[in-house]
Every structure is written in structure tokens, then in C-alpha cells.
């Protein structure tokens, strides 16, 4: 989480949304270039919304193609802070993770490369058995999340997961409407995670702050569909985890599409008769309700603006 000494009037929204949008330009439905993705990506750390923003997310097949995009852009003086990075693995989980202990060494060690540093992974892996010779396969210098699927019982990959540092991913989106899962399946999610106690991230879908009917590309003409709003999902799963709301709740929680039905205040957010204070809300994100991947950075800080929450 990034330094809460200069916290916003509405300190509860401020913790919510704490380096909370992984940068994910390079993927649909952006699809980058990868110089424009790390130009963009130098940008927002120094923007004025940079409290907001978490990894740049990457294919690990693409890092050489990321170190010669980057080269005039990593920081390199030792005080700096390395750029922070997620790596999206692979089939072949033994030679990706290779590859990203060789990158990191390189970064560490030679100041010309530039600062940077991969210690999240991403892993598109649902077979328990799998899941769990991963885990053991996987240094601890790495946290590894593995997308889970929500239209079929994902209880005993998040079964696997407890315990072992491992956390679960949710995808919550897509370009095209069948992409989007339930509300209902998202809150399940949510609550077998918390049960298990294994913190999670999302991905996809989550460019606005409050559930709604969007454009799904950025193409004339795109596919429209009724897209999760971020601050709905983290709400919920703050909700979740510090006042043990129930599936139902949790779902309605997803589906509100009224914003002042959220009320952010200086000590805390009510949603209807709940209330979660400051503490909760940071420690549902510190350690619980990580993250999630987005193509755009730009938008989901214009929204909250739009919004009049920023």
C-alpha cells in the first residue's frame, strides 16, 4: 500500500482505492504497444493520481521486449524506487519463472539496466493437484495469484490455496457481454476466499467505479454491456471480510448502481445499515482484497472525478 500521509477529505474512498489499479495497457481492450504501455506507465507514476496505482502488469514471454521499451525510463539512482511489475506465466511455469528470477538479477545487480522488480505472478491454473505442485515449485520471493473460474465450484482450487501464500484471481470481465460473470457468482467468489482465508485480486471489467451499462472496446460501433463497478467489488469484499456480510448482501453490494447509496466519509463508508470504519477498510486491502488488472489507468481516476468522489 502507498503512503497514507496525505490522505483526502474522504479518507475511507483514499483507503479503498490505495494502489489499487494494476496497469495492464498491453492487454485487451487497450492492446498497447509496448512502448506506448510503459511510456503511459512512467506517466502515471508521476501524475497526481500515482497514490492509486499498483504493478505494471506483463507476459513474461515479452520482458525482453519490455527492458529494450523501457531502458530511458526505469529510475537507476539507489535511492529511487524500482518499478514494480507482474508477470503473467506461461505454460511451461518452470522456465517462465526462470526467466523471471534472470530479470530480476539482472535489475538488481546492473544499475544500466534500470530498477525494476518482479515479485507477483499470474498463473491461469484451476486443477488443485496442479495448484499445489506449483506452490511448491514457486520461490517465496514471488506471490503468485491463479485465475479461478466462477461458472463452475472453484472451492477446492481456493481450498488448495490456503495456507500456502498462494491467492486466488477473478476475471470480471471481458470485451464481449458473456465475458461478465453474475454478481452473485463475483460475491461467492468473494466469500470462499474469505472463508478460506486467501486473499485475491481481480481482472478485466473494472474500468468505472460504479456498476453501469458501458462501451466494452474502444472500437466504432463496440459491443455494449453492463460492466462491475470497482469500488462495488472492493466494497463488497471489504464487506466481506470485516462485517461478514452474507452472499445475498455481498451480491446486492455488486449490483447497486446508485452512487450515494455509497457514503464515504472521513472515518469510514456506510452501505445502508452497514458501516465499516478506516482500520477495516485498510486492512481488508492490506490483506485480503489486493488489487485488479485494468488496460486503463486514466479512466477509473476520471470517473471517480465525474463522480465527485475525487
Not at 523471471?100 to 534500470?114: K, M, S, Y
Not at 471489504?238 to 453490494?253: G, L, P, Q, S
Request: some cysteine; overall charge negative; hydrophobic content about 45%.
Amino acid at each position: 500500500m502507498s503512503d497514507q500521509h496525505a490522505l483526502k477529505p474522504a479518507d475511507s474512498l483514499r483507503l479503498l482505492t490505495d494502489a489499487l489499479v494494476d496497469y495492464a495497457g498491453l492487454f485487451p481492450p487497450s492492446k498497447l504497444p509496448m512502448a506506448h504501455a510503459v511510456r503511459n506507465y512512467a506517466e502515471h507514476l508521476h501524475s497526481d493520481d500515482a497514490w492509486m496505482l499498483g504493478r505494471f502488469i506483463i507476459p513474461v514471454s515479452r520482458l525482453s521486449e519490455f527492458e529494450t521499451a523501457a531502458a530511458s525510463l526505469l529510475p537507476r539512482e539507489p535511492d529511487e524506487e524500482p518499478w514494480m511489475l507482474s508477470a503473467l506465466v506461461g505454460a511451461d511455469a518452470d522456465a517462465d519463472i526462470e526467466a523471471i528470477f534472470e530479470f530480476n538479477r539482472t535489475h538488481a545487480e546492473d544499475h544500466r539496466a534500470g530498477l525494476a522488480v518482479i515479485d507477483a505472478i499470474e498463473l491461469k491454473r484451476d486443477d488443485p493437484f496442479e495448484i499445489d505442485r506449483l506452490m511448491r515449485l514457486i520461490p517465496e520471493q514471488l506471490t503468485p495469484y491463479f485465475e479461478l473460474p466462477t461458472d463452475t465450484d472453484n472451492r477446492p482450487a481456493i481450498t488448495a490455496l490456503a495456507g500456502t501464500g498462494g491467492r486466488a484471481k477473478i476475471r470480471c470481465g471481458g470485451i464481449t457481454p458473456d465475458l461478465f460473470p453474475d454478481a452473485a457468482d463475483v460475491a461467492r467468489f468473494i466469500a470462499h476466499c474469505s472463508a478460506a482465508d486467501v486473499p485475491f485480486k481481480a481482472t478485466a471489467g473494472l474500468h468505472h467505479p460504479i456498476r453501469a451499462e458501458h462501451n466494452l472496446t474502444y472500437e466504432d460501433n463496440p459491443p455494449r454491456g453492463v460492466m462491475h463497478g470497482f469500488l462495488n467489488v472492493f466494497l463488497a469484499a471489504a464487506f466481506v471480510r470485516k462485517a461478514r456480510v452474507e452472499i445475498e448482501e455481498a451480491t446486492a453490494i455488486i449490483e447497486t448502481t446508485d452512487v450515494s447509496a455509497f457514503r464515504f466519509g472521513p472515518d469510514g463508508v456506510r452501505w445502508g445499515d452497514k458501516s465499516l470504519d478506516n482500520a477495516r477498510i485498510a486492512a481488508a486491502r492490506e490483506s485480503f482484497a489486493i488489487s485488479y488488472g485494468s488496460c486503463s489507468f486514466t479512466e477509473p481516476a476520471a470517473d471517480l472525478r465525474a463522480l465527485g468522489l475525487l
